[in-house]
């Protein structure tokens, strides 16, 4: 059963936008956090964003004044839109739920940021 969704990674140019997409299932209950992570070839999983069910956001400071992260609680579904975008940001993004009683993560998504 597939529990989260993600939709929105490709391949897009640098200065350029992308907006992605994570539907967590309904049959998940208690959601508090809700966010995304990155992993780049070679290197570690890192925290891009991260929002709790009253809105509170946290970023990551190499994303800060270029990705906004947003939820919809009512949808069970979280955006991350990353403008300005650097070949820095290539990775697979990968959506990430915290609920009352376990965590759960997507497959992943691949952005490419690339001239």
């Known amino acids: 059963q597939v529990q989260l969704v993600e939709s929105g990674g490709g391949l897009v140019q640098p200065g350029g936008s992308l907006r992605l997409s994570c539907a967590a299932s309904r049959s998940i209950f208690s959601i508090n956090v809700m966010g995304w992570y990155r992993q780049a070839p070679g290197k570690q999983r890192e925290l891009v964003a991260t929002?709790?069910?009253?809105?509170?956001?946290n970023y990551a400071d190499f994303v800060k004044g270029r990705f906004t992260i947003s939820r919809d609680n009512g949808e069970n579904t979280v955006y991350l839109q990353m403008n300005t975008l650097k070949p820095e940001d290539t990775a697979v993004y990968c959506c990430?739920?915290?609920?009352?009683?376990?965590?759960?993560w997507g497959q992943g998504t691949q952005v490419t940021v690339s001239s």
């Open positions: 990430y739920v915290h609920s009352m009683f376990r965590d759960y």
């Open positions: 929002i709790t069910t009253g809105g509170r956001t």
